[in-house]
């Protein structure tokens, strides 16, 4: 039912979210932690998901785990705290977005359910995706986002009307800058529909299967804010969005600005935190030091006049003094020596110890 304002009620709606990946690609980070656990902007990436799905009026939330599926289930709980009535299911076995899916699908309580891809931030409007899902009589409806080079990506191409045409693999030449967004609107029917117990892609087989049979498939498109969390560089830079306010959410932990510090930590007078940068809960930045864009774990120390940009320190590690950090990743309890250079998408693994001055990409030491 609308609201007297007219935008759509989803109290009926179940949420699905799907958290059951390993997150290769930002390992180191997720040797020890599920990707949507990882602290971004001071809280797990998934609070600011949920808080999203809450402040949409959805209640009723499952959780398709798998890695490290416990957890999630220490930090949420039932969801009561969060405004929210969660429940797990746990994957033993990969079955894809699709078989993923459809293995919740004795938890869904309404006819309508909105499933969300765990490590995606998006400002997209959830009540009025529901309801030009409605409108157009849909089985599935697809949020779709442009973007700048949609060669990275398989394409959804779409008519006049928003009906899904193709579902087009990467190419050199797509159709369409339009791509899956990682949120979906099924009806309940149609997931039922999805082959149970196996590997089953929504986007090679579901989709695709939708149309050859004639069934109504949506797309949604928008400018909203959306980002992919999947690599170190875009998990930083969606974290430091999220602490400027240029990405939505209900679940950070202080105040909208150029830098979040947590309780417990000390950066001294004359470093200079920037570009929404966070430092965790006892984590230390010392004089002279710089840090721009980036996230400092628990426990984090970046020693006097070191730089950290647009990287990530992980639980306990250490910074040394004069050392450069630039689009780095430093794994928990790592100690990066003193005047050491560590740039360019370099992943320094959890525990290990550089001497000082001992990795370098200029001469001058």
């Known amino acids: 039912m609308p609201h ?33 656990m990882l602290p971004t902007a001071g809280v797990p990436f998934l609070a600011h998901l949920l808080s999203r799905i809450r402040a949409a009026g959805m209640r009723h939330v499952v959780l398709g785990t798998s890695y490290r599926a416990e957890t999630f289930s220490e930090y949420f709980g039932d969801g009561a705290r969060f405004g929210l009535d969660i429940e797990y299911v746990v994957e033993t076995t990969p079955l894809g977005t699709g078989g993923a899916i459809r293995h919740v699908a004795d938890r869904l309580r309404g006819s309508t359910a909105m499933v969300f891809n765990g490590d995606i931030v998006s400002g997209v409007d959830l009540p009025e995706l529901l309801a030009a ?39 050199d030449d797509p159709p369409t800058d339009q791509i899956n967004a990682g949120c979906y609107v099924f009806e309940r029917r149609t997931v039922e529909a999805i082959p149970p117990g196996r590997v089953v892609s929504v986007e090679r087989e579901t989709f695709p299967g939708l149309l050859a049979g004639g069934a109504a498939v949506h797309g949604y498109v928008d400018s909203s804010y959306w980002l992919d969390l999947g690599t170190p560089a875009a998990f930083v830079r969606g974290s430091a969005d999220l602490v400027q306010g240029l990405a939505p959410s209900d679940a950070l932990p202080g105040p909208v600005g150029v830098a979040l510090t947590l309780p417990g930590s000390v950066v001294d007078a004359e470093a200079v935190l920037e570009g929404g940068s966070t430092v965790g809960a006892g984590a230390t930045v010392a004089e002279r030091a710089r840090v721009e864009g980036s996230v400092l774990f628990d426990g984090a120390t970046v020693a006097a006049g070191a730089e950290v940009v647009r990287s990530v320190i992980g639980v306990g590690a250490h910074v040394g003094e004069g050392a450069v950090v630039s689009d780095a990743v430093i794994g928990d309890g790592a100690r990066v020596g003193a005047r050491c250079e560590l740039v360019g998408g370099i992943r320094v693994w959890p525990g290990v110890r550089l001497p000082d001055g001992a990795v370098r990409f200029s001469a001058d030491i």
């Open 133 to 171: 899902h409605r409108r157009a009589a849909a089985e599935v409806t697809l949020h779709l986002v442009r973007v700048a080079d949609p060669t990275r990506f398989g394409s959804v191409p779409t008519d006049s009307q928003g009906r899904v045409l193709d579902f087009v693999e990467k190419s």
């Open 4 to 36: 007297a304002d007219g935008r759509v009620d989803l109290a009926d709606v179940d949420a699905v979210v799907l958290v059951g990946g390993q997150g290769t690609r930002l390992r180191p980070l997720t040797l020890a932690t599920a990707k949507p």
